[in-house]
Every structure is written in structure tokens, then in C-alpha cells.
């Protein structure tokens, strides 16, 4: 999985266990962060920080929870991507790192108590979790080869 798709895209197929959990299976790769000589963790991770530090290690966020700091519902999407797209930008509170909290980009999860297939609503200031999806878009419908790129990446589910 690259850095770059890891949350930005989106799609209508569904993993194999609804595309928005986790089966227990803990062959999932990380929601990798990035930790710095001094102390910051950004998203993505860079091979320097945000001051100029050595990356010296990572961070994995699946097992944490963030905040939604915003929304939106796109209604026009790429081929391939789930329509309507509901996105959020969440917030990472890493407590024993220095630094800004960090933010990730990235779907909302399909609700699977929806009839429609819809996602989870969402407001600002809900308590989410990263979820793995096996397919974050269709790959046979955009213009790339599907073997050029990841289609996996993480969805965020609200916390209850």
C-alpha cells in the first residue's frame, strides 16, 4: 500500500467482511505514521519531519481512536468510487509524542445497517477508528492498470 492511497480514494466494492472491518485477521497492513528524532508523528509519513528531523520509526494508528474535525459528501466521485462519497478529516491525539496531533483524509464506512448501502453519519467531534477495506475503489474503472497501484487502505467508523 502506498502512502497516497491509503485514504484518499474511495470505491463501491466491499471486502470480502463488508469492507469497513476488521475479521480478526491480523495480516492487515499498518495505518503507518511517521515519528521523528524530535518527537512529531505526521500522516503521511515523510523520510523528514515537518522541522527538519530523521524519521527514525513509525506509528501504527489502527489501534487508535481520532476525532472528526470535519465532513463532506461528495455526490459527484472519479469512476469507480462509491457515490455519494462521504469523507472526514480525523484527528490523532498521540498523547506520548511531542508535537501537533495528526490528521488523516479518509472515507466513512459503510453503515451495515443501511438498506441503502449507506455509510455511518457522522458530526464534528465524533470518536472514530480506522477499519481496514480490501478495495477503497473499483479497480478495473479508472484509467490505470489495476496492478500499478493499491486499492486497500482504511475507512473511519464511528466509535459507540
Given at each position: 500500500m502506498s502512502e497516497n492511497d491509503t485514504t484518499t480514494e474511495a470505491n463501491t466494492a466491499e471486502?470480502?467482511?463488508g469492507g469497513d472491518g476488521n475479521d480478526g485477521n491480523d495480516a492487515e497492513p499498518a495505518f503507518e505514521?511517521?515519528?521523528?528524532a524530535d518527537g512529531t508523528v505526521t500522516y503521511p509519513p515523510h523520510p523528514?519531519?515537518?522541522?527538519?528531523a530523521e524519521r527514525v520509526g513509525?506509528?501504527?494508528l489502527r489501534d487508535r481512536e481520532a476525532r472528526v474535525v470535519t465532513w463532506t459528501t461528495s455526490t459527484a466521485t472519479p469512476p469507480g468510487v462509491r457515490e455519494p462519497n462521504t469523507l472526514a478529516i480525523v484527528e490523532f491525539e498521540?498523547?506520548?509524542h511531542d508535537g501537533p496531533p495528526v490528521r488523516a483524509l479518509g472515507?466513512?464506512?459503510a453503515?451495515?445497517?443501511d438498506p441503502d448501502g449507506g455509510t455511518f453519519d457522522v458530526a464534528i467531534g465524533d470518536r472514530v477508528e480506522p477499519v481496514y477495506a480490501d478495495e477503497l475503489r473499483e479497480p478495473g474503472a479508472g484509467i490505470r492498470e489495476p496492478e500499478s497501484q493499491s486499492w486497500d487502505g482504511f475507512r473511519f467508523r464511528p466509535i459507540e
Open positions: 471486502s470480502d467482511d505514521a511517521a515519528e521523528y523528514v519531519g515537518p522541522n527538519g513509525s506509528v501504527d498521540l498523547d506520548e472515507q466513512v464506512a453503515d451495515p445497517d
